[in-house]
Structures are given as C-alpha cells and as structure tokens.
C-alpha cells in the first residue's frame, strides 16, 4: 500500500484492480470534506470514462463507494521512472504518444488538472509504449484556453525541473501537442502559454 497525497491506494492481491480511497482531511469541516471527496471521486469517475469514449488510453473505472474509486491495475512504469532509464529516441517516442493524447483531450475538451509525469503510466501493448493517463480529480470538462494551457504549462514545468538536461525533448513534446490540436485553438493556446510565462517571469522579479 501507498499512500498518496490525498487518498490511500490500494492493489488488490491478484494484482488485477487498484482502489484509490480519499480520506478524511482533519482542517476540513466534516461535512464539507465529505461532499468534496464525494464530488472528487464522481468527477474522476466521468472523467476517466469520457476519455475511454474518446479512445484515450486509460483504465476501466468503476464507483467502489461514494469516497472509493476503483480501477483496473495498469501493470506498467510511471513516465518518470521511463523517462530516466530511456534514451533520447525512446523519450521523445513516448512523449510525441502523450502530446498526441493530450491534444485529443483537449480537442475534446477535457482538461486533466494534475498532469505530471507521475500521473501517466507507460504500458506495452503488443510490442508498443502506450502512456495511460490516471489521476483526474482535478479535472474538469472545459472550452477554456486558460486550463488546457494551463495542463501544458505545468506538464512542461515538471519535467524541465525534473529532466533539466531535457530541454529539447520537452520542446518536442509541446510542437507535437500543438500539431495535433485543432487549428484555431493551436494559435490561441499558443499565445495563452506565452502569457503564462510572460506572468511567472513577472511575479519572480
Ligand atoms: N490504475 C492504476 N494502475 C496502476 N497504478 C496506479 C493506478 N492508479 C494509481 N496507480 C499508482 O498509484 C499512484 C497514486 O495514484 P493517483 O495519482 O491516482 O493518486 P494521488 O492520491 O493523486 O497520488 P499522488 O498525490 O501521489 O499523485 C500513481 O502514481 C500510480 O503509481
Ligand atoms: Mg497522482
């Protein structure tokens, strides 16, 4: 068992389904802390089944209990760990896979919330890397460039202070994901970005 930041995950035996619990936060008042991981969990829920619908890789989900969502075990390596052991080709081979399905939730207009590398999992199947996307409870289903900008921003953050010596495939990953975004969005995504960045510059003088 892990414990991550706001829930307890669990593997079952067979190593088939994994069980994400959000537990109780004391500083919250019981009622609302109730109603926040209930609404979290739901969200997770439709999310992860919306991105199915979409032919977005990611595992079968199903409401445990009103706190519990339950999925299907994804026998694979998180995108960190992948990443660190991989050499350039490798790398940019799974991130051109992670930016053409982020563009694809974002064309959808699904915006994941939390995307760092240790929410995608990366699985073989029949012989290829496919990067599974988990961890949606800060998601939310949105035609605002700011969010979907935002995803990209905070993906590319991550990894540049993770991989610093990286740079040139997190460019890669961001030119693929705004190839495979729908035309006027590309450019309005785009500038948004820039904006961000022109905001973190600011606030860090
Ligand atoms: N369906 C799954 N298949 C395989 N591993 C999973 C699955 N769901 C969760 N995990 C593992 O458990 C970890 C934590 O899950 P998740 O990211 O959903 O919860 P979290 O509470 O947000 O945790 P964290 O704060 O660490 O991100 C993942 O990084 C992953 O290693
Ligand atoms: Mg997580």
Known sequence: MKIGAEADIIISEDRKFVFKRRIRKSYRDLK????IR???TKKEVNLLELCREYKIPVPRVWLEDKFTLKSEFIDGENLDDFIREGNEDKIKRILGKCAFFIAKMHNNNVVHGDLTASNIIVYIE???EVPYFIDFGFGQKTYRVEEKAMDIHNFVKS???????LGECSCFFEGKYLENLESDEAKKIRNRLDKIRGRGRYLKK
Do not use: G, I, S, V
């Open 126 to 128: 029949d012989k290829e």
């Open 38 to 40: 209930k609404l979290r």
């Open 159 to 165: 990894f540049n202070a993770t991989f610093p010596l």
């Open 32 to 35: 609302l802390d109730e109603q």
